[in-house]
């Protein structure tokens, strides 16, 4: 029973490190693969930040609610001596406060794994990733951007190489840094020619060309990565910068449409008052009652 219960104190205290992991993959799937080496290195790894947060929360405890880790682990080391009933009686009394201290750990774990999946997106802590391109297209993603993606295939015949082009939806990337597929959304395919005059491109034909509305519930095209040969990720295109002058132009053209319907309105209201009104037709001598 006691290795039962070594155990799960292991596991209880190795919580925040755990969770430290979790956290760090919830908020970035591509964040999973930047310290990955394996699972006895994960483990290091998960020791190392639990023992790091139990420290830093102890010292905590310790300078500001007067916690004493030997008032409060001694009476448990006693077990050995002392009846079951007053074991049983001791590790009640302390069941409650474990269960928030453990609670409030992984807690912190968690929130941990968290701010350093953010940093690493969004730059402060890019240097931490193998692959730091990534970060700038998925910081780009989160904050609503537009991407666009030219897909060249591995697709070749008579100089000319099948090509896509539109806005990237999704992407995944393997742990080696290659790109597992792309999926462009209502995207549209080309021809680049290579020939001795240099290069060119041919007319840009819409995949989804003559699909209603209506009938066009999804417009994704998947590019698995053994048909890639190379991309390019274009932040430019089909991006709307708002600015004051815009905002200001925007109004203005507003309340000037708002002003021309208003004129007509009155002016058609105008026309109707003024206008004779239409003769009655004269009733046949039959039709009177």
């Known amino acids: 029973m006691s290795v039962v219960w070594t155990t799960i104190a292991l596991v209880a205290l190795l ?6 992991f979790i956290s760090l993959a919830t908020y970035e799937r591509v964040s999973r693969e930047i310290i990955r080496s394996g699972a006895v290195s994960e483990l290091a790894l998960a020791t190392v930040v639990a023992l790091i ?3 830093t929360l102890i010292v905590l405890l310790s300078a500001f609610a007067g916690f004493r880790f030997n008032a409060y682990i001694v009476p448990i080391a006693e077990y050995a001596t002392i009846s079951h009933v007053e074991l049983v009686r001791r590790v009640s009394s302390k069941l409650a406060p474990t269960v928030i201290y453990l609670l409030v750990s992984t807690a912190c774990g968690f929130g941990l794994g968290m701010l350093v999946a953010v940093g690493i997106v969004t730059g402060p802590l890019r240097f931490l990733a193998k692959h730091k391109w990534v970060y700038d297209i998925i910081d780009r993603d989160r904050h609503g951007g537009t991407i666009t993606a030219f897909v060249m295939t591995t697709m070749t015949e008579d100089n000319k190489v099948l090509m896509y082009r ?10 080696g840094g290659k790109i ?3 999926i462009l959304k209502d995207c549209a395919r080309f021809y680049m020619n290579f020939s001795d005059e240099g290069l060119s491109t041919a007319k840009h034909l819409d995949i989804f060309r003559g699909v209603t509305a209506q009938r066009r519930i999804w417009d994704y ?3 698995d990565g053994s048909n890639i040969a190379n991309i390019l990720f274009d932040p430019s295109p089909q991006t709307i910068k708002t600015t004051d002058e815009g905002t ?4 203005a053209a507003m309340k000037a449409r708002r002003a021309a319907r208003e004129s007509l309105r009155r002016a058609a209201a105008a026309s109707a008052a003024n206008s004779p009104p239409a003769p009655e037709d004269p009733e046949e001598p039959g039709q009177r009652n």
């Open 53 to 55: 947060i139990h420290t």
């Open 166 to 175: 539109w806005c990237l939806h999704e992407f995944f990337m393997l742990e």
């Open 248 to 251: 200001r132009a925007l109004v």
């Open 180 to 182: 597992s597929y792309v």
């Open 221 to 223: 095209l998947m590019i």
């Open 15 to 20: 919580l925040p490190g755990i969770f430290f």
